[in-house]
């Protein structure tokens, strides 16, 4: 029986691990949890959330929700503990974490075809190997990673917003609702404009946390600190994050001057996290901050914000469209550490990393996906020459766009395009897992 090894068991090294175990591959899991923690890891489990619990859009109209589709449609075992722990989020897929990571851990530790050994990994293995040691890869790896021929690393950071208790909330001040009526999943903090330009000007003048070379034009745009966002101007929260349109205060009948909106992060909606609020403040000064948005005056903090610093590899010329490492067959990166960026983009390649290497190991070959899905889009992305490479989402400017008609005409409502562009690609995908390429299920 074939055999392979998976170093790390975030999103997408679990992931990996089972898109190989489905296909009879004798995996070796390595994950360095529980002896050793990088420092924006609390919990043991594996596929751990280390910043938000939201998953992003699941409509078929974002990139993300379309990829999301992709991979159910594969077998996903991410998406299996998403749909699984998913809490209230209106159009987003949102999840418990504690539900999301022990359905995952109960899953990989249960496959016959897994062997789970704890402790880190500080070398390349030889033989067959996905490395999906994440942003936070340790410091001795990341030295011998950096070590392979041809490869650059390089840095950016990335931050998580503080999550508070509901029951420490002023309710009086806060009310529910999803944006455009699109159900009540959110709670909201209306903000008036004198609130608003106060809470601005104390954010700029906070005590921010040192990170060490922190530099502002590392922070990826994605995980932006709030506190930067204001930085750029006056308006830019109330433009970002805090911006109030589609939501009417119920309590005055019109839309707020800014919210800031609070997700719910537990099943049992005990805990919400103030969704943007990514954040260096020191401690005490997101409780003195934070504690001028209006319902946050006395809230309890489960988590504060933090920020760290994060890894990703010079992609380009280094790895090929199914992450597989040019110069060194057999061997894969998955996950953050390649340049996708976000969980279901983490998970995702991971998908493909065990597609592919399972698919070699059975001797079919390695597994090719068009950039006309939203899976491939994302191995085109990771693999194109490009000078600024920086980490990616998955979005409709990746994805191949529709050829004209015959009278040479484009769709140009957006919603219809990328309705056409999603069927497309589902096609493709349902197509692939009826062929005898695709062999996962026949070991579950």
Same mark, same amino acid.
């Given at each position: 029986m074939?055999?392979?090894?998976v170093?790390?068991a ?14 009879g ?6 994950? #360095? ?13 594996f596929?751990?959330?280390?910043c ?15 990829l ?21 989020a209106?159009g987003?897929l949102?999840?418990? +974490?504690?539900a ?6 109960k ?5 016959p ?20 040691t ?9 030295q011998?990673i ?8 390089l ?9 508070v ?6 309710m009086?001040?806060?009310?529910r609702?999803? +944006?455009?009526?699109r ?5 909201n ?7 608003y ?17 922190f530099?502002?034009?590392?922070v990826?745009?994605?995980? #932006? ?9 006056e #308006? ?10 589609g ?14 909106q609070?997700r ?18 020191l401690?005490?000064?997101?409780? +003195? ?7 946050l005056?006395n809230a ?7 920020m760290?610093?994060n890894?990703f590899?010079?992609?380009?010329? /280094?790895?090929?469209a ?5 110069? +060194?067959?057999?061997?894969? /990166?998955?996950g ?7 969980y279901?983009?983490?998970a ?14 059975r ?10 899905t939203?899976?491939g889009?994302l ?17 409709f400017g990746?994805?191949?766009?529709l ?5 040479h005409?484009?769709?140009?409502k957006k ?17 692939f ?12």
């Amino acid at each position: 029986m074939p055999e392979a090894s998976v170093i790390g068991a975030g999103l997408a090294g679990s992931e990996a691990a089972w898109q190989l175990a489905q296909q009879g591959i004798t995996v070796h899991l390595y994950e #360095m949890k529980p002896e050793k923690k990088s420092p924006a890891h609390v919990r043991d489990d594996f596929g751990e959330l280390v910043c938000s619990n939201s998953l992003r859009s699941d409509r078929l109209t974002n990139g993300v929700g379309l990829l999301k589709e992709e991979m159910r449609r594969l077998d996903s075992l991410i998406l299996r503990a998403a749909d699984h722990s998913r809490v209230p989020a209106g159009g987003a897929l949102a999840v418990d +974490r504690d539900a999301f990571s022990g359905y995952i851990t109960k899953a990989l530790l249960s496959h016959p075809c897994i062997h789970v050994q704890h402790g880190e990994v500080t070398e390349v293995p030889e033989g067959p190997v996905i490395i999906a040691t994440g942003p936070l890869t340790s410091e001795a790896l990341s030295q011998r990673i950096a070590a392979l021929p041809g490869l650059t690393t390089l840095n950016f950071y990335d931050a998580a917003a503080p999550i508070v208790t509901r029951e420490s909330l002023d309710m009086e001040k806060i009310f529910r609702q999803s +944006r455009y009526d699109r159900g009540d999943d959110y709670l909201n903090c209306p903000m008036d404009e004198d609130t608003y330009h106060a809470f601005v000007a104390a954010l700029l003048s906070a005590q921010t946390a040192p990170v060490h070379g922190f530099e502002e034009k590392k922070v990826f745009e994605g995980c #932006m600190p709030v506190e930067s966002m204001a930085r750029r101007g006056e #308006m830019v929260l109330a433009f970002g994050p805090l911006k109030p349109v589609g939501l009417v205060d119920p309590r005055t009948g019109k839309q707020p001057y800014a919210v800031v909106q609070l997700r719910q992060d537990n099943e049992e909606g005990t805990l919400y996290n103030l969704v943007g609020f990514q954040t260096r403040l020191l401690f005490p000064e997101q409780k +003195r901050v934070f504690g001028m948005i209006p319902g946050l005056e006395n809230a309890s903090y489960a988590r504060y914000g933090v920020m760290h610093r994060n890894t990703f590899l010079q992609a380009p010329g /280094f790895l090929n469209a199914h992450f597989e490492v040019i110069n +060194r067959p057999l061997t894969y /990166f998955a996950g953050q550490i390649t340049g996708v960026e976000g969980y279901v983009e983490s998970a995702a390649s991971g998908l493909l990393c065990g597609l592919s290497l399972g698919s070699q190991l059975r001797g079919e070959g390695s597994v090719e996906f068009p950039s006309l899905t939203a899976i491939g889009a994302l191995g085109k992305h990771v693999s194109t020459p490009n000078r600024d490479y920086q980490p990616m989402n998955c979005t409709f400017g990746l994805i191949d766009s529709l050829p004209v008609d015959a009278q040479h005409r484009k769709i140009r409502k957006k919603t219809e395009r990328y309705e056409k562009i999603a069927a497309r690609a589902l096609q493709w995908i349902d197509d692939f897992a009826s062929t005898q390429l695709y062999r996962q299920g026949e070991n579950a």
